[in-house]
């Protein structure tokens, strides 16, 4: 999917999509050290406001989608991470400051 707004900057992106119900948060999985932001889009997961984001591993220029939205009420008690393959793509959840978040990527 095209980026709703392509930029690096976190506050940029952030600003960008002010109509989530949660701020976007910098992963400590994902440090700026080793993945640039490239931009962002809002997206509807399972009915949920969401962002999707695009990530650019800098040594290796491969691009990651990192979704995060605020933890549904009806996964609440979700902890540790789930890890699942499909189709050749690898998907892996976890909870974050209050947050589901997601990655998604060829592996």
Known sequence: MVMEI???STDEVRAYLSKLDFPLIESERFPSADWELVGGRYCSLKGHIAAQLRLRERSTGKTATFY????PNEIA???GTFEEFDQ???VKLWQERGL???IVGDE
């Not at 995060?68 to 933890?71: A, E, N, P, T, V």
């Open 68 to 71: 995060q939205l605020l933890m």
């Open 100 to 102: 589901l978040l997601g």
């Open 6 to 8: 392509e930029s690096p």
């Open 88 to 90: 050749g793509v690898k």
């Open 77 to 79: 008690n979700f902890e």
